[in-house]
């Protein structure tokens, strides 16, 4: 048996073997399964031993373990490196790889829904543990991001690995700024909620909104899928602005682990769509 599995602290509410078991099964690997496993910090060095033995063919890493396991591993690659946040596993030669495909899942939410994030202003809300995946997407390629948190001083962090993402791109330096939590940017065109409020049902951000919706092509992008709807998103939707939740960020990033794994494309269309209806 192939074993996959998703390791992170909680991981009850974790959808990915749902979504994997259902790709395994559409694709006749009828030979691999995927778990979840909630572990200690300390449980990290055996689940990389086990990926350089054999036992587990490939894992998913989720909060708060993204940054935690990158020295345990003998490389980490592509936007992994960019972002210090490693979210998928996977064997190569004797080797155990860190890739992060949650900049590739985002990107590919946008793109799939045809928003241009090219060349706009961007503010990004939060300094977590995905919000440096967020910002690489933009990296490069905005006129402008902002970075907002209630914690000033992991902003500037978040902000630091993006500086040296532009660096390396040979770009300026000055396209992200960090400003006060509370305090307005210019108008944006795409503002991504990247913090952990909304996962409660009653939780608001108090944002002015009046300031943030002026422009109503303002796209509202919260990475929370379940509610389907935080405070957030129903702000900007009752003042006439698009939304959107991170369910298809969620699939999207799945799909590219899956392909790391197996080497197959597997599709996400209104089946697997539908296995995350809440
Ligand atoms: P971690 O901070 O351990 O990486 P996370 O869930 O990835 O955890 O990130 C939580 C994010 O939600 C952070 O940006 C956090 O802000 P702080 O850095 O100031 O803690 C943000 N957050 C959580 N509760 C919040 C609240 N009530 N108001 C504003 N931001 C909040």
Known sequence: MKKYIVIGNPIDHSMSPLIHNYWMKVHGLIDSTYVKKKIEKKDLVSIVDQIRNGKIKGANITVPFKKEIIPLL????????????????????????????????????????????????????????????????????ANKIYITN?????????????????????RKKDTIEVIDWGENPEICDIIINTTSVGLKKNENLNLDFKYYTKNKNTLFYDLIYNPTETNFLKEARLRGNRTKNGKMMFLWQAQIAFQIWTGITAEVDTNVIKLLDL
């Not at 992060?100 to 793109?111: R, V």
């Not at 914690?151 to 040979?170: F, M, P, R, Y």
């Open 74 to 141: 003998d490389d980490i690659k592509g936007d992994a490196k960019l972002t210090q946040s490693v979210n998928t596993l996977c064997k190569v030669n004797s080797e155990v790889h860190g890739y992060n495909t949650d900049t590739g899942g985002f990107k590919n939410s946008l793109e799939n829904d045809h928003i241009n994030y090219k060349n706009k202003n961007i503010l990004i809300i939060g300094a977590g543990g995905v919000t440096s995946s967020v910002l690489e997407a933009f990296v490069g390629t």
């Open 150 to 170: 209630r914690t000033k001083k992991k902003a500037k962090e978040i902000k630091k690995l993006g500086d040296n993402s532009l660096i390396s791109l040979g």
